[in-house]
């Protein structure tokens, strides 16, 4: 049976040494691209990693934060040999699952492969490659976050067509060109998205009619009801905006509003952050009721399995009919306070 001391003839014990790297200006032109795709890479790997760990443990993180820190490790570790480094999504699981809430499970995590790398290095040969190709499989499947398929194929043709070519590239080339490929069909995906919602139409005296529905100029907001409301495209670089209304969740009224007659788009990164944000109002023990929403998104949110977090009957056509159903949820909401 094959090991790793008969294949690679061990791994290294004890520290590593410090290196300074020879400059050469003509490898410049061939490592730039990989280089800049190995960067993307660990960069979307690594907020990945933070937005699963956020959605386990109802914490949130910075991304500058943890993009700096990432980027300064980098520099430093291939001084001592070592190779780029990542957050890793099935680690971080891991670590979540086992009741890990702080940093200071990092830390034991690299002490850990510290004592490894000194006292148990030379046993580490011994070990069968067929193991070591077993726990990769595992680990794969777990990363794969599979139940996500089943929406991801709701969505349009060409979200899913990205999502399609990636995965075959990823799997039938290389990683380095499927994420360039992903990255620049991604990039074609959100300039369509955001053509698509201008539009040219006269103004009619049927136009200026349906629109009274939707202003709030002669409307009344009682005191149990906020409105907040989304302009622009709200596609997967807008979609951390919620978190402006979740951080004032203890202070709002029991119903609140969220107008999306001027949210001329949405992705699917978008209307995940949605239904997560439905979820966290309601988890607050407040109502909460959608309006207005133009074509595009009204289309993709009937696609997906949207109207579990929120509820069919609390997505409303305008504001006047929201404000018309934000009695009846007051009433619900009350209720369900009084009976706790």
Known sequence: METIGTRFGGIPSGLPTLRIPQFHVDMIRPLFAPAMTVAMLGAI???????????????????NVELVAQGVANIFSPLFGGLPATGAIARTATNIRSGARTPVAGMIHALTLLAILLFAAPLARFIPLSVLSAILFVVAYNMGEWREIPELLKLTALEIGTWLITFALTVFADLTVAVEAGMILAALVFIRKVTATTKVSRVTPEYIEHGRVHSLQDKVIPPYVTVFRIHGPFLFGAADKLDQITHQLPNLPPVIILRLRNMTAIDATGLQALENFADQVHNSGRGLILCGAPEQPTRLMRQAEFEEHVGHENICKNVAEALARAGEVYKEVSSVHVEV
Do not use: F, T
């Not at 956020?54 to 993180?61: E, I, P």
């Open 45 to 63: 790997e690594s907020l990945m990693s933070a937005v699963v760990s956020d959605r386990m443990s109802g914490d949130k993180h910075n991304p």
